[in-house]
């Protein structure tokens, strides 16, 4: 047993204060060691190549913030990343190489530059490119939270890829335009609380940019649009959240605090973030992590386009969620 009046303060904090530090991995660098990782082992021995992107401030844990875990993943021309599936919820968000796929319970959405794709948790997953290009994308995972409460559960199908079940893109065409099957006498195969998994920066970039052309500007947060669940509104997945900004040319965001911890992948444009005072630069493809009550300033040199995901989701369903703008 311990004393509780010898550490109170240490367990019930007046305001977040997080273990993870705001930090910055440079794309060419991180491409570089991962291109060399592709000559030491397969996709098929390592299930998937990936390096995890480690929080210096959290050692030894893989994760980028307490919650949430990130790592750049290599599929090679040919190559097949086996289908599993877990507790864990993923994202992809797509950094480089164009027409290879993500498969989720035997449909295929084939990757552009960019693209959101989800795996939630449950589903059957398997990748493979089919192209003369290396993929590369960005793994966003709720490991660590998962972990927390101890309940994560994997299982691998017993061949490399799963079953077709249907064409490729056949839920962006059902669920992806604002419209979804109408219920009756045909059931839809797809899981109904979660039925739209592809997001296309087709279609994502242009709504950005309409905005940008028609409206009001946010002092805190420049022009941002949610990715949303079609099916009741909600986060795109239960335990965490994806949105986009855009920040015109010369635009400085006010200072903004929120206790997501938040993972932002620079699309387009140069600029710089400032984190609780410390400065680092914003180049295409550099990711960088906004950890809990971070105090965020965003400033733009070219038009600056960012992806970012979080664990808002979850912090929301526990009513934990807070943000301050200053």
């Known amino acids: 047993m311990l004393t ?33 990782a592709g000559d030491l082992i397969s996709a098929e021995q390592a299930e998937r190549r990936v390096l995890i992107m480690e929080n210096p401030g959290l050692p030894g844990q893989a ?13 090679l021309p040919g190559e097949v990343a086996p289908c599993h599936r877990h507790t864990q919820n993923a994202l ?3 950094m480089e190489g164009s027409g290879a796929y993500t498969a989720l319970d035997g449909e295929k959405a084939v990757m552009e530059p960019f693209d959101l794709v989800l795996t939630p948790a449950g589903q059957w997953h398997d990748h493979g ?3 003369a290009q290396p993929m590369i994308w960005l793994d966003g995972l709720d490991i660590p939270t998962v972990r927390l409460f101890d309940a994560q559960f994997s299982e691998r199908l017993d061949q490399p890829t799963h079953p077709v079940t249907a064409p490729p893109g056949d839920t962006l065409a059902r669920y992806g335009r604002n419209l979804r099957p109408m219920r009756g006498h045909v059931a839809d195969r797809r899981p109904t609380g979660r039925p739209l998994f592809h997001y296309r920066f087709a279609d994502w970039r242009p709504a950005l940019a309409a905005m940008a052309r028609s ?19 909600g986060q795109v997945l239960a335990t965490m959240s994806a949105h ?3 920040l015109p040319a010369g635009f400085e965001t006010r200072p903004r605090q929120s206790t997501d911890g938040t993972v932002f ?6 600029g710089e973030a400032e984190l609780n005072g410390e400065v680092v630069p914003l180049h295409e493809r550099d990711v960088v992590v906004v950890p809990s009550w971070t105090r965020l300033v965003l400033r733009s040199s070219r ?6 995901y979080s664990d808002k989701a979850s912090q929301e369903k526990l009513e934990l969620y807070r943000e301050r703008n200053l």
Do not use: K
Not at 25 to 36: H, I, Q, T, V
Not at 64 to 73: D, E, F, K, R
């Open 4 to 36: 509780l009046w010898e550490q109170p303060h240490a367990l019930v904090l007046p305001e977040p204060c997080s273990p993870a530090r705001p930090w910055r991995w440079s794309y060419g660098p991180a491409r570089e060691y991962l291109m060399r």
């Open 63 to 75: 994760a980028i913030t307490p919650s949430l875990y990130a790592g750049l993943q290599l599929v």
């Open 244 to 246: 986009v900004r855009l």
């Open 303 to 308: 038009e600056l386009v960012l992806f970012a």
């Open 129 to 131: 490119n089919e192209t």
């Open 215 to 233: 409206a009001e500007i946010d002092p805190h947060l420049g022009h941002a649009l949610e990715f949303l669940n079609p099916a009741d509104g």
């Open 92 to 94: 992809r968000f797509v």
């Open 265 to 270: 992948v620079v699309v387009e444009g140069e």
